[in-house]
């Protein structure tokens, strides 16, 4: 259906991803990056539905979905 990536080096762990995201897709992860934040992760990654909602929320372009055809949805 959909896939999301995040770039850990950007993500500033403030959340609102996983607070729009209407699959429960993205948790907060326990690793940290180098700027000392713990990024997000996919914690369900075959719930994604490529809506792009995680991605235009995100204040630091810290993900990219891609729609099952393969082609970049959002940043
Ligand atoms: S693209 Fe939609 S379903 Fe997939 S992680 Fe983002 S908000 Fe959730
Ligand atoms: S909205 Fe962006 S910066 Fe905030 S937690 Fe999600 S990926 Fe990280």
Do not use: F, H, W
């Amino acid at each position: 259906m959909g896939k999301v990536e995040v770039d850990a080096e950007r993500c500033k762990s403030c959340g609102l991803c996983i607070e729009v995201c209407p699959r429960q897709v993205l948790k907060i992860g326990d690793k940290t990056n180098r700027k000392g934040y713990c990024y997000v992760e996919v914690a369900k990654a075959e719930a994604c539905i490529g809506c792009a909602l995680c991605g235009v929320m995100c204040p630091d372009i810290a993900l990219t979905i891609y729609k099952d055809s393969g082609s970049e949805a959002a940043r």
